[in-house]
């Protein structure tokens, strides 16, 4: 249900934006995350932002790393400035999917490769 993209290869200081599109049926979408994976390590959140757009980061993230989202087309974004090698991973989306059937999923994206090049 959630489609990520915008990963790739960058340099150390350079940007990159992700982004995570949710489709099917669709009530709506309270909160929308930002997790990664590096090899070797768990799954960390990233970032969040609540339906009303409230936000919250990974001390990692904070100053660098600015989530975002449209509701009308049940969509979140990622942009990430300052990259470090430090934020090489699979970065994944997520949301809390409210169906049309009333009934709330937790959706994951397929994940997008994040590789930052010292």
């Known amino acids: 249900q959630l489609q990520a993209s915008g990963g790739g290869l960058v340099q150390a200081g350079g940007s990159l934006r992700l982004s995570c599109a949710a489709s099917g049926s669709i009530f709506r979408i309270n909160g929308m995350h930002w997790y990664r994976q590096a090899p070797g390590k768990q799954r960390e959140l990233v970032a969040s932002?609540?339906?009303?757009?409230?936000?919250n980061y990974a001390d990692s993230a904070k100053g660098r790393f600015t989530i975002s989202r449209d509701n009308a087309k049940n969509a979140v974004a990622l942009q990430m400035n300052s990259l470090k090698p430090e934020d090489t991973a699979v970065y994944y989306c997520n949301g809390e999917v409210v169906t049309t059937a009333r009934v709330t999923l937790s959706s994951w994206g397929q994940g997008t490769q994040v590789t930052v090049s010292s």
């Open positions: 932002i609540t339906s009303s757009g409230g936000t």
